[in-house]
């Protein structure tokens, strides 16, 4: 064995630079060289330039471990992911990059993250557990090829120097004495005169609202702008009210630390900002002399920022792409963060960030400490009437901190009042109050688009749910609106300009070809319109929505249209807006909508709507139909007998109108007779309502034929009653014979066709034929899954039948399993007392007893 090399005998460092090779090993040189300038070249460690040569590496580096006073962990944008063969080397034992950051963290030095290049600050999940304290440290950051070094430098000497000074002693200035080296000091260009860096970055004021996740996504984007060397802005953008300008604010006051300049110009006047940029110059030391133009301006501007290091420059408010393009040479070589309503920016950008809405816990927490003890559900309901705006949020959170008023009685007048008291609730976190802003866009939209401006006031009285270009595009078809709505609506490249004018807005999102309206904006702008003109819009809107096209509720290819019209329908029945010209279109449409609402087992809403038609419509055939889905609404919710009542009244007027055999008497006659059926299941004449049953399905055999549709429902509702009084076959060849002739009509995911299945199911059950029961049920299930969705009442129907079926055939595991998501579904859709819910709690106790869970039984 060879002798042991000696110990090093030189004094160790104070300073330690640790780095990972193939990460960014400039920036430790630049770290080392300049360190040296500050405290003398023998002051700071380095592996790569302090061993000396023939000096044993190992002993050298962790002699000036032990002995040094500051540790600086050099953190690159490739430190985190440097890779071998075994895997992330930071995560190997033994790697020396990790065993020396863990043994100062150990040693309790002065250990300081130096994030360079853009890197980002690690979390606890990146690192090894021995360096997971590392996150909780103070980092320093630094971007030596966008000549921020300096400041970062700076700032890392003032924390170091009370340490790192005693045990070097003094040092001569830089440029003192011969082969001096060259100080970072002295690199400032001549001309600039001493003194802070320039920087007007506006606090963010006593009512704001922080939001430190937004200012990590801005930050985030930034810094990918940096990684990836393209030039350009990142874009901050979102609708007003949504604290773009004090989220700007936020991050640029907690960076501009890390920046040689930091300047904030008000960009919503774009006259206005080549005189903030001559502000800036000044700032910078420049004479701009008789420079006539921004072409001049900017380009010395740069000259100037690139001597000074790295720079930040947010542009607040700019009102379009347009707008920045003279200035976009200011983002070589810095950040420059844009704020603006639109963020349609396309490749100027080199980066975006949306801002949206507060999250509902986020409201009701900021709220809460604001305004001190407050009942959770009272301070939901006004984050609720809020839209969680975050102006909006910000104003009542300022307004109640000051005022004798609850948030309770806040949000009635915000809902009645809405204009007066957004106007109101001045906060000095926002420029304007947010009626303020709204009124002013409102009024630039008017200026500049008045058909714009006009469709905004439409929109206004509808539902907050998206409203698609193809509404205004069918209403153009049926000439409904004013004229330039309706110019619009004929023409796709004008609607579209529409569209863009009002995103450009921001007053409220236009995407995906629709305009998406929210119920504060839409309540200030009622609160601000003559009741004849909202009139004229609802009537306007009755008649756009009326002439869109659609099919049969009760075909599944019709189902988007109707819920796209559902929530504007259900808007304009309740607005108090009354049909006074009883609108056939309108009729039809709501009668179409009460259907599709039956269909789709909201037979509450839908009773809503058709008691509300039934009690303002005038009588005769519109009525009556109202009067069927009110029926058909009460059959739903289980109150046959209502129901029959309610149905003989239409049969009198669909004979007397259509006459005995027209389809909509058949179908009035069919309605009765399920209802009689139904409530003969209690206590009434079994006998005498099958038979009208056998009567319906008679006639409309007769009238239809035997593949119709309408026949065929007569006929599954006759094999009902058939498996009801035992006749188990002859009900199973009856679903089998609709099934087969749904799925040829109507397709086999029709509603229709899975109910005839379902129903066969039952049959199968019934006549102990539990295999073919199961493999029908499975089928059905998916198709229902995927049709109408996991908690339609018949999908739940669906769920306990297989669970039943599972339980026969011995799969007791898989029976519990869809027993209980049935029990789940049908308390959530129909809640506790339903018979269905009832049901399906014996049969999951059953199941949770068999399966050994006799605690687990249900009350």
């Not at 853009?118 to 090829?145: C, F, I, S, W, Y």
């Not at 609708?239 to 960009?267: D, M, N, Q």
């Not at 007779?673 to 319906?696: P, S």
């Not at 008679?698 to 094999?719: E, Q, Y």
Request: proline share 8%; glycine share 8%; charged share 25%.
């Amino acid at each position: 064995m060879g002798t042991p090399m000696p110990e090093p005998t030189e004094p160790a460092a104070p300073i330690f630079v640790n780095f990972r090779n193939g990460d960014d090993p400039y920036a430790a040189w630049t770290v080392q060289r300049m360190l040296g300038d500050r405290f003398g070249p023998r002051a700071v460690f380095r592996s790569s330039e302090s061993i000396p040569p023939g000096a044993d590496w190992e002993a050298t580096i962790w002699h000036h471990h032990r002995g040094c006073a500051v540790f600086l962990a050099v953190i690159g944008p490739r430190w985190l992911t440097i890779a071998d063969d075994r895997g992330r080397r930071l995560h190997q034992p033994g790697d020396w990059v990790r065993e020396e950051i863990a043994e100062a963290l150990r040693a309790k030095k002065l250990v300081i993250p130096l994030l360079v290049s853009g890197a980002a600050r690690p979390t606890a999940k990146d690192l090894p557990e021995d360096l997971v304290e590392m996150v909780r440290l103070q980092t320093v950051a630094m971007d030596h090829r966008g000549r921020t070094t300096d400041l970062a430098i700076d700032a890392l000497v003032r924390r170091i120097e009370p340490v790192v000074r005693p045990m070097v002693g003094a040092v001569p200035e830089p440029g003192v004495g011969a082969g001096a080296a060259p100080s970072a000091r002295s690199a400032a260009p001549r001309g600039l005169p001493p003194g802070p860096p320039p920087r007007n970055i506006p606090p963010v004021g006593p009512h704001h609202l922080a939001r430190p996740e937004a200012v990590s996504a801005v930050d985030d984007a930034v810094r990918a702008v940096r990684a990836s060397g393209r030039s350009g802005p990142v874009v901050v953008w979102g609708e007003i009210g949504t604290g773009k300008t004090r989220l700007a604010a936020e991050y640029a006051g907690s960076r501009e630390a890390e920046h040689a300049v930091a300047w904030w110009i008000a960009a919503d006047r774009p006259d206005l900002v080549p005189s903030q940029l001559a502000t800036l110059a000044q700032a910078l030391g420049l004479d701009l002399g008789e420079m006539p133009d921004t072409g001049a301006v900017v380009p010395a501007l740069v000259r100037a920022l690139r001597a000074r290091g790295r720079w930040l420059l947010v542009f607040d408010g700019v009102p379009g792409p347009d707008d920045l393009v003279p200035y976009l040479a200011l983002a070589d070589g810095g950040d420059v963060v844009v704020t603006s309503r639109t963020g349609a920016w396309g490749e100027l950008a080199a980066g975006t960030c949306r801002v949206g809405r507060f999250s509902r816990e986020t409201s009701v927490r900021l709220l809460g400490a604001r305004l001190g003890p407050a009942a959770d559900t009272v301070l939901d309901d006004l984050a609720a009437a809020l839209d969680d705006l975050p102006a909006a949020v910000g104003q009542a959170a300022a307004f109640l901190a000051a005022a004798p008023l609850g948030p309770a009685r806040y949000a009635e007048l915000l809902a009645g009042r809405t204009a007066e008291i957004l106007a109101r609730n001045v906060t000095h976190s926002y420029p304007a109050s947010l009626a303020a802003a709204w009124s002013l866009a409102l009024d630039r939209l008017a200026a500049d688009t008045p058909a714009a401006e006009e469709l905004v006031r439409h929109l206004a009285v509808l539902a907050a749910a998206p409203v698609p270009f193809e509404f205004f595009e069918a209403g153009a078809g049926a000439a409904a609106g004013p004229p330039a709505l309706v110019a619009a609506g004929a023409d796709p490249l004008r609607l579209l300009d529409l569209g863009t004018a009002v995103a450009r807005t921001g007053l409220f999102p236009v995407d995906a070809g629709a305009f998406h309206p929210f119920p504060l904006f839409q309540a200030f702008i009622r609160s601000q319109t003559d009741g004849g003109l909202l009139a004229a819009a609802a009537a306007d809107a009755r008649r756009w929505l009326a002439a869109v096209p659609r099919e049969d509720p009760r075909e599944p290819a019709a189902w988007r249209t109707y819920r796209l019209l559902l929530p504007h329908v259900l808007a304009l029945a309740s607005s108090g807006f009354e049909d006074v010209a009883g609108d056939p279109g309108w009729r039809a449409l709501s009668l179409d909508v009460m259907e599709y609402l039956v269909v789709h087992a909201d037979a509450g809403t839908a009773r809503d709507l058709a008691q509300s038609a039934v009690e303002h419509w005038a009588a005769g055939p519109e009525a009556a139909a109202a009067t069927e889905r009110l029926a058909q609404a009460w059959y739903r919710l289980g109150d046959h007998r209502r129901a029959a009542g309610l149905d003989v009244s239409v049969l009198e007027e669909r004979r007397r109108s259509d006459g005995a055999d027209a389809p909509r008497t058949l179908r009035a006659e069919h309605n009765l007779a399920i209802d009689r059926w139904a409530a003969a299941q209690a206590d009434g004449d079994r006998a005498a309502a099958t038979a009208l049953l056998e009567d319906v399905v008679r006639r409309r055999t007769r009238i239809l034929g035997d593949h119709h549709p309408d026949t065929l429902r007569s006929v599954h509702n006759l094999a009902l009653a058939r498996r009801a009084a035992g006749a188990f076959a002859e009900a199973l060849e009856l679903d089998e014979t609709c099934r087969t002739h749904f799925a040829e009509a109507l397709g086999p995911d029709h509603p229709d066709t899975l109910r005839s299945a379902l129903a066969a199911a039952l049959d199968l059950r019934a006549l102990a034929r539990h295999p073919e029961a199961l493999k029908l049920e499975e089928e059905t299930h998916d198709r229902l899954n995927r049709t109408l969705g996991p908690d339609h009442p018949d999908t739940l129907r669906s769920a306990y039948g297989l669970a039943v079926s599972l339980h026969h055939t011995g799969d007791t595991d898989r029976a519990r399993e869809f027993a209980e998501a049935a029990h789940a579904g049908r308390r959530k859709i129909l809640g506790d007392e339903h018979p269905d819910t009832l049901r399906t709690v014996l049969l999951l106790s059953q199941l949770r007893v068999e399966c050994g869970d006799a605690g687990g039984v249900l009350p």
